[in-house]
């Protein structure tokens, strides 16, 4: 045995951290990557080009399989035949190893049948589409810590509950990945949360108040179901700001001029609205009922939607109200929010289509050439299916809790 050959063990090959190429002799190499995955390649210089072949990853190639795949690659060289004609098509573990967006889909679709409803499946998927977008490019076996808190990290204070499954589904993925051998079995999950992420990311205890504490969007038809029992004028504006997803100072400073019960709209004016531009909100139907059984005859197009005795509700009232509801743990305003969630994780809506019903202001071009055509219809179909799962029974949303 030339003593160039058979450099390395099987001992080093488990133990083995240091990042690079660690030469076995004979063209053959295990490289290690910066995620600490490792893979067999062979390394051949033809015509003063160096080329490295793939012979696949470390934990499905076995050390005995690499050195005989090497041999026949250098007994290819030695005729002057292409070193993959060797081999066959070519191993090559960047090939092999998949990107997390076509893993989670192909895992997602060999688990879905086994999940209670359809709607969990469409949680999965949009949460990703719509949080993880950053690692769907990435292949498996690269994706670390880093990665992981950009994703988590914009969306971890203000969609706390959000960013929590999001962060489950990440560490699903990529716990199977490693099962498959697509990942370092001896590698931690870059989303795991004990000792690892726990240490990173902020208390959302500490810091749920300041950023608008929102109660989770599986919980909200039960809540709506007790509100509807208070008879107060602060019930009906909360329900109000509930079904429309508005801001509360909209709500609180919204006019009969402003309502249109014959299309069922709401237009508030610019000068009402935080961008200061003109937004218009379709109605669901229980939101035209209600306004509708609100309604005094002698209503003024100046008077204001809930008011007592001439005298508007205000913020308090409806913090108040939440308060003895045993809800002083989340805000009005937080309500916006847990719209956004049930819209991004529980329907297939588009981001610029929920973004536009929340009146936020819109920095990308494409977005923005979206929004100026107002796409009413398409909105009232949105509110009105945020209407439909808010008046859903208890015992009907207990098919749309989360499944970890």
């Known amino acids: 045995m030339s003593p160039s050959l058979n450099r390395l ?33 062979f390394m051949t210089t033809t015509s003063g080009k160096r080329t490295e072949i793939g012979l696949g990853p470390a934990s499905t190639v076995s050390l005995a399989a690499a050195r005989t795949l090497a041999s026949k690659m250098r007994d290819a060289l030695a005729i002057g035949e292409d070193p993959r ?34 709607t969990h499946r469409q949680q999965w998927r949009n949460s990703l589409r719509d949080h993880a977008e950053k690692l769907m490019t990435k292949r498996l076996d690269e994706i670390g810590t880093d990665d992981v808190l950009k994703v988590l990290e914009p969306i971890w204070l203000t969609h706390a509950e959000t960013a929590k ?17 697509h990942r370092p079995l001896d590698s931690i999950n870059p989303a795991t949360w004990r000792g690892h992420l726990a240490l990173l990311l ?25 509100l509807r029992t208070r008879e107060a004028v602060s019930a009906r504006c909360l329900e109000f700001v509930i079904l ?23 237009t508030i004016p610019g ?45 308090m009232a409806m913090a108040m109200l939440l308060r003895r509801m045993k809800h002083a743990h989340i805000t009005v305003h937080g309500f916006r929010s847990t719209f956004r969630d049930w819209a991004g994780d529980a329907t297939n ?23 100026r055509g107002t796409a009413i219809e398409r909105r009232r179909a949105l509110m ?21």
């Open 9 to 41: 063990t099987v001992r080093q090959i488990s133990t083995l951290k240091v990042t690079g190429r660690h030469a076995d002799g004979g063209g053959l190499y295990l490289r290690i990557t910066d995620m600490g995955s490792k893979s067999w390649v």
């Open 85 to 118: 004609s060797a081999i066959g098509k070519p191993i090559d573990d960047v090939q092999h190893v998949p990107t997390f967006g076509k893993f989670a889909e192909e895992y997602i679709t060999s688990v879905e049948h086994g999940w209670r409803n359809h």
């Open 165 to 181: 499954r999001v962060r489950g589904r990440i560490e699903r993925v990529l716990d199977v990945a490693k099962v498959r051998g």
């Open 202 to 226: 902020p208390s959302q205890a500490n810091v749920a108040r300041s950023h608008h504490a929102a109660l989770p969007w599986q919980e909200a038809p039960t809540f709506m179901s007790t």
């Open 244 to 266: 429309t997803a508005a801001r509360s100072g909209e709500a609180l400073g919204a006019t009969w001029g402003e309502i249109d019960l014959n299309q069922n709209l709401w």
């Open 271 to 315: 000068s009402r609205m935080k961008a200061g531009v003109e937004h218009c909100v379709p109605l669901s139907k229980s939101a035209a009922k209600m306004l509708n059984s609100l309604r005094p005859a002698d209503a003024k197009p100046n008077h204001r939607l809930f008011e007592v005795q001439g005298v508007a509700r205000s913020n």
């Open 349 to 371: 809506y588009p981001r610029e289509l929920i973004e536009q019903a929340l009146a936020h202001t819109i920095e990308n071009a494409a977005e923005r050439a979206y929004r």
């Open 384 to 404: 009105q299916d945020w209407d439909d799962f808010l008046s859903m029974k208890e015992t009907e949303t207990l098919g749309v809790q989360e499944e970890n």
